[in-house]
């Protein structure tokens, strides 16, 4: 008698537990350095409601029904790292998607292409010797194991974003002669914590490891997933090339970038 009625308060465990999964899973994370870069997403959010943490806040609801959350991380690695961290303790998101601007140092892209990161690194951590720096890995706390310097997209989120870019429809990017159409591509992506706006300083961390763009953020919210073992993908739309020129363009082309990387962001929520 008390077996079946240990079994019967089991099974019915198990059956709300699993119609709750069911009813609410874990929601997509969309992070953005500044408010504007994930502005146009904010827009679409619907049964919003927000929560702060440490100053942080975090704004929950649907996108075309799927949960998700967004959050500003403020600029620069241990912004993004602290966000990223707050937001593993109190959500547990099935995946983190960073959509925003940055740099471009590949010579064939332009202010408003894009670039999908299949890889991130952070440019600043290890040690500069008199002509260069030599990039490190460090180990992670968690299990002493040293981490990789280019810390890998997860796949199945770099496949779904491939598609998405496709597929979005992207604002053109107004330039001297008439609007063009972004382009995108798959590449390595540098962070850290410097806003580049030279040409010398550009090709000198050109030089190294190749990278196609550079950021302040992307690398460090990969470390934070890979770390907890989240899903995690950058995704970024040129505002600037990096030159002395890049302080007016980032002016000019912020908000397109901003828009047309929430753009494969939507794209790859609703696939
Ligand atoms: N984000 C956007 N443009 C950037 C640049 N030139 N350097 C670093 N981060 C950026």
Redesign the pocket.
């Known amino acids: 008698m008390l077996k079946n009625l240990i079994l019967g308060c089991l099974t019915f465990c198990l059956l709300a537990i699993s119609l709750y999964a069911q009813q609410s899973p874990p929601p997509i994370a969309i992070l953005g350095a500044l408010n504007d870069e994930v502005a146009w997403l904010r827009g679409q959010l619907q049964d919003t409601s927000s929560i702060t943490f440490t100053g942080r806040t975090f704004l929950t609801g649907n996108l075309e029904g799927r949960p998700v959350i967004i959050a500003v991380t403020g600029v620069g690695k241990v912004n993004a790292a602290m966000t990223m961290a707050l937001l593993a303790d109190h959500f547990t998101p099935s995946a983190v998607i960073f959509s925003?601007?940055?740099?471009g140092l590949n010579p064939d892209l332009l202010p408003g292409d894009i670039v999908i990161a299949s890889r991130t690194f952070q440019h600043d951590l290890g040690e500069a010797t008199a002509d260069s720096v030599l990039n490190w890995g460090v180990r992670d706390p968690l299990t002493r194991q040293e981490m990789p310097i280019f810390l890998p997209a997860d796949s199945l989120l770099l496949a779904l974003a491939q598609r998405a870019s496709s597929e979005a429809g992207f604002e053109k990017v107004p330039t001297s002669v008439g609007l063009r159409e972004p382009k995108v591509i798959t590449g390595l992506i540098a962070t850290g914590d410097?806003?580049?706006?030279s040409t010398p300083k550009k090709e000198e961390l050109r030089f190294r490891h190749s990278p196609d763009a550079?950021?302040?953020e992307g690398a460090a919210v990969a470390q934070v997933c890979y770390e907890l073992g989240i899903p995690c993908l950058d995704i970024r739309a040129?505002?600037?090339r990096?030159d002395e020129n890049?302080m007016q363009d980032?002016e000019k082309f912020f908000q397109i970038a901003a828009r047309n990387a929430n753009r494969i962001v939507l794209d790859m929520i609703i696939q």
């Open positions: 925003g601007v940055a740099g410097l806003f580049f706006s550079v950021e302040m040129l505002s600037d990096a890049a980032f």
